[in-house]
């Protein structure tokens, strides 16, 4: 069985980010797994374990991202592929889509596996694209997976409880949080990883038409405004009150 875990490099929830005109300001910024991913590359690595086959991770970026691709061989990957853009940008995942699609295509997959979202953009569509592409039974929010040949039962989760339900590979998956607990790597695999080959592979090679999207403009939210306390003898009061702040302020009623 091949196996395809899909790993995006985002930056650390506790970094400082600093916003540029057109991109995020980079320097200072450590850059991490995106934490859905790695339920995925975990995934990837048991489904190999009980029944055999190849885990290839890949990341589509600039030159850093084969840094996650090199934590990705410490947990346990066989191989690892860097989809080279250097002008990335990490909203477009119509373009992202399209090129890992025609990787995953050339490799002739089994199974893909993503996180359920990337806790950058929070787009949740990548996955689900690709599946598009490919033609292929999409599984999202994964809990669970079982393999009988090419039989898959999944358990996924939906809004207010679990759901059951069975396809075949070739399938796409993303993993949510529950699926499984990502192995730390090991010293011996962090030793191990700095020497293993990264594969690096050009959107011209792949087939993609290039990027639709440009980022205009970058800027942080507004200021949140400040709350008022209404102050009333009885509910009456109140009512009154919320109501003209809604029909003279906020102008929303």
Do not use: C
């Amino acid at each position: 069985m091949k196996i395809v875990v899909l790993v995006k490099q985002v930056p650390d929830t506790e970094t400082n980010i600093k916003v540029g005109d057109k991109s995020i300001n980079e320097a200072g910024v450590k850059w991490i797994i995106s934490p859905y991913d790695e339920f995925a590359i975990e995934e990837g690595i048991r489904i190999r374990e009980k029944s055999g086959g190849e885990v290839i991770a890949v990341s589509l970026g600039p030159d850093r991202v084969v840094e996650a691709l090199r934590t990705a061989y410490a947990m346990g990957v066989d191989r690892a592929v860097h989809v080279k853009v250097d002008d990335y940008v990490t909203f477009d995942s119509t373009y992202t889509s399209e090129l890992l699609a025609n990787f995953i295509k050339a490799e002739n997959a089994d199974v893909i596996i993503g996180g359920r979202q990337s806790i950058d953009t929070d787009s949740s569509q990548v996955v689900v694209q690709i599946a598009e592409r490919l033609n292929v039974p999409h599984v999202a929010m994964a809990l669970k997976l079982e393999f009988d040949g090419n039989k898959v039962t999944a358990t996924r989760e939906i809004e207010g409880g679990t759901e059951v339900v069975e396809t075949s590979a070739p399938l796409a998956v993303t993993a949510q949080k529950g699926l499984n607990e990502p192995r730390y790597p090991s010293l011996k695999g962090i030793m191990s990883a700095k020497k293993k080959p990264v594969d690096v592979k050009k959107p011209e090679e792949l087939g993609a038409t290039g990027s639709k999207l440009e980022v205009v403009s970058l800027e942080p939210p507004p200021p949140r405004i400040a709350g008022r306390k209404l102050e009333a003898a009885d509910a009456q009061g109140f009512a009154s009150q919320l109501v003209k702040a809604l029909r003279e302020e906020a102008k929303v009623i």
